[in-house]
Every structure is written in structure tokens, then in C-alpha cells.
């Protein structure tokens, strides 16, 4: 286990003004299990705590009650053996705007320990993987939100960490180096070391991670490979609009092949596998029921609909 | 450690070589004071002497007062960069860095040293130019005494910074400081020519000394009580900043 988490709680007291202070209960007591070389992912909306859990385990803030073992060292009382084994790339980046980047990086590498020539020979290889060496001089001021964001991730591996912690890494960047960025993970992966990422996009948490959990409201709400937790509905999902949505989902419920409906919004979601050889049948059980559709469609269930599941609400709409 | 801080003063000096623009800037203001002010004390009984009569003499009571404010004006807002820094991840980045926390704000404060100091070089260099002289004893130990005022008020600046975290409400609480220390030092003026009760109001004002170490400095006078006294006070206080802005850097986290 390169991460084991066990209750951590992170509640702030926020000031509100006029020396009034609110508590924030950020993190609500979450457990953890990252393996060794395993992409591990957090999804959830925005406000659910997952900067919040991050940053307690790269040691940046002590949690309020629970423990953690990072890289196998506490990360409360052995702050810095943990710091030496990790790399971190926070939510904001953290690239210094009045440096050229190589600076940046050049800085980083000599803090863990290296000298002024390998910490040389240590850039110009990053600078390379990220194709950043025609832009490393320039002060990084000048650059794209995209460029910033791969001199961060450039800095956050200087020092070949086991564990890296990247939060919301594809925020902001088009689609080419989104992409892009998924090969950089998985070839992390493919050399061993163990990545936990932040997001709120359900595709990337789906493609690029072993192992995920949905966090909500500072809380756990499901844990597992996206396969598993995709299982857990079914697999493929029939959104339907019909006017008398009431007696639709009681009919639907009662179909042998149906596994679970959910009710959201004006849609009524009908779980079931193998969707295309059941589609005639749900049909005509509704047209049986004298019930007029709307509109329908069939797709893929995805992380989306775990996540409604436990939640009640569809990630689209909570982020 | 020593590592560490050495390594954040090269990467700030380096910053500073590749835009040496605003430490110049900073020297203007200095100079304007020396070739448009100091010539309107000609006339003033300062500096001891009944009537001073030449620009040189005028200089060598007016050239300390300035060069304090180079120390306590250029110092006290070097902390502005560093509210940035704790939005932008910069800070956050390094905390979690095997970085020896101390050695992230020193490396700062000794590059406010330095250029500090080679902005005194230059503040001194005009004065000589316009016909003060200065023996080299005064101009080294002064140098020593810009020093050690700018590492208590850039300290006590990075202190302000992480404390407060935010650019209007720094900017307040340096301009509301920074005015009454400054007419309470005597740095246009000497504080003799006030009355009793301004100068023993001065006595309480750190900046004070330092002036009139200045002074005596540029005077010749080294066996003058406020010399020793100055720099005692301003090391104490330095290292009384230093650490709050050390430990004001670990809660940045929340
Ligand atoms: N320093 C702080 N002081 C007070 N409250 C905080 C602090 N940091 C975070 N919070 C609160 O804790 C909760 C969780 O925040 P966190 O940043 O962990 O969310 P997140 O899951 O990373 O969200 P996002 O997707 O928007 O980045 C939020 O309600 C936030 O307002
Ligand atoms: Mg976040």
C-alpha cells in the first residue's frame, strides 16, 4: 500500500466577517487504499473535498482527526521522509510567473537534492517529455494556461517521486493535450509509479484510473475499478421522457429485465443489461400501459449513473 | 539548510538580474530627495554646527535619513510578491517540498539585503558626487547598518504578507506604519530641532536610532552610544520578524 488513509477529517473554521466564524466540515472521515503502481482517482463535484484530502496526504495541511501512511511514513509526524517520496501538482499549479519555467524547474530539482549538473540534465529530460524546451526560457507569465500547466506537472516529477499527486491535471487543457496528458499517466504508470488524481470529469476518471472513488460532500459515497461500479447499475441505461412519470417508473420497476429506475428531474432513468435486445420489450410494456413517450434513448450506463445512484443527483448537475 | 537558503537566494538574484528595472526605479525617489531637497538645508543650523552653510555638510545629515528610507520604504513592500504566491500554489508547492521551510523566506530577505545594499552603494555614490565625503570605515559600517535594517523590515514585511494575504489590506497597515516611523525618525530632519516632546516620542521609535547611528557614522563619530545601540536593537528585531514570517508561512496550509 502506497497510501492507507483511515478516518481523516479536515474541518476548517472559516471566517465570515464582522469576527464571526463558520465551521466547514471540508473532509467527513474518509479510508483509503492506494497499491503500489496503481492510477488511483477521486471524482466528485466541486466542494466535496477532494483538494482537501489531497492536500492532507501530500502533507500540506494536518488533518483534524484520522491518519495516513504515505509512501510508508505518517504524514503528520514524518512530514519530511514523506515529502521526499512524493511529487505534488496542486489545483492552482503553483509555476512562478516571474521565472522562465527552466528556472522553476531547475530550482526544484536542486532543492531534493540533486547537483547543478545533474539537476541540468534532469530538466532539459523533462523539458523533452513535455515538449516544453522551445518555451523554457520565456518568463512564465507568458505562457498558456495548458503550457503552465504541463512546466507544472514537469516539476512535480522532478525527483522521480513513487507517488504523485495530481489535482484536477486536465482542467483547462484542450482536448489535444488532454489527451496528451492521459498518455503521460499511463506511461507514469507503466514505470511504476502510483499516481491519485483529482477530477471532475467522468470520462477521464473512467479511462485513465484502475480504481476510483466518488467522493461527496466530504464523504465516500462508492469505491472501486469503473467496471465494478458500472456493474453495479447495469449495464446500459434507457432515458426516458414520458408525461406520467409516476405510473412509467411503477410499470418499469416491474419488468423482469429492468434492474433499478431512478427518477431525475423530468427524466426517468431505467437501468437494464443488454439494452438493445430488451428495448422492444420495455416498448412495448409501455405502450401496453397506454403511456406516450416523449422521448427516448439507450446508452452506456457510466460513472455518471453510479454516481446518481448513491447521491440522488447526476454529477452534470452537482459540478 | 545553508544549502537550501543558498539555493532560493541564487533563484531570487537571478529574478532580479533578469529584471533589474524596479530596484532602479526604487533609487529615484532617493535621488530627487538628495539633488532637490538636501540643497534647500544649506542654510540650517544641523548637524551640530551653528550654521552648516555648504551642500556637503547639509549631505552628510540629510544622506543617512534618505538611505534609511531606501532601507524601510523598498523592504517593507518586498512582501507584496509573496501574497501572490500563496494563491498561485507557489507556496503550497513548496511546502510540500523537501524544502527547509526558513530557507524560503531567507533566501528573500538576503536577496532584499544585497540589493539593498548595492542600492545604498549608489545613494552613497551620488552624495559623494555632489561633494559629500565619507571615510571608508563610515561608508563600510553603514552599509552594515542598511543591512541590518532591511532584514528586520523585509522580514517583518514577508511577516505582514502571510499573515494578512491580501494586497489592499497589507498596503494599509505599511502606509498607516511606515509615515509617523518615518517623521518620528528625524529622516528629512533631525529630530533636535523639534520639540521635548517629539523627541522623546522618537526614543521609542526603533528607526530612530538607526538614523542617528547614520549620523554619526557619516560623521566620523564611531564611538557614538547610538551605533552599538542600533545595531543590537535592529538585529533583535530581525530576528524576532524572521521568525514570525516563519511561522506565519506554516499556516498558510489552514
Ligand atoms: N482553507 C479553507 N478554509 C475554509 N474552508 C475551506 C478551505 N479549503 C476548502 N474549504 C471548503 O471545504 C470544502 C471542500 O473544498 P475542496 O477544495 O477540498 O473541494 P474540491 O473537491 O477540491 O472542489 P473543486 O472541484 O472545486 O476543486 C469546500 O466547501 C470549501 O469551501
Ligand atoms: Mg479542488
Redesign the interface.
Known sequence: MIIEAHGLRKTFTAKRGRGRTEEVEAVRGIDLAVDEGEVFACLGPNGAGKTTTVRMLATFTAPTSGTARVAGHDVVNEAGKVREKIGYVSQAGGVDDNAPGRESLLLAARITGLSRKQALVRADELLETFSLTEIANRPAKTLSGGQKRRFALAIGLVNRPPLIFLDEPTTGLDPQNRANLWDEVRALRDQGTSVLLTTHYLDEADALCDRLVIIDHGLIVAEGTPGELKKEVAGDVVTLRIDDQAAAQELLSAQPYIKETQAEGDALRAYLDDGEHNLPALLRALEAGGLAIRSISLDRATLDDVFLRHTGRSLRDAA | MFR?TM??LG?EL??VR??PVWPLFGLMQPILYLLLFAPLLTGLPIGGKPSGGTLANALLVFTPGVMMMVALFGSLFTGF?MI??T?????????????WRPAIILGRVLKDMIVLILQAILVMGVAVLMGLRLSLPAVLLMLLLMAATGLFASSLSYGLALSIRDEGGMSQVVQLFTLPLMLLAGMMLPISLGPDWMQTAARFNPLYYSVEAGRALFADNFSDGSIPLAFGLFLVLAVLSLGWAVRSMKRI??
Not at chain 2, 494563491?87 to 524544502?99: C, D, M, Q, T, Y
Open positions: 537550501h539555493l532560493f533563484y537571478g529574478n533578469r529584471n510578491s501572490n504566491e494563491r498561485n500554489g507557489v507556496l503550497e508547492r513548496l511546502a510540500v517540498s523537501p524544502a496550509a489552514g
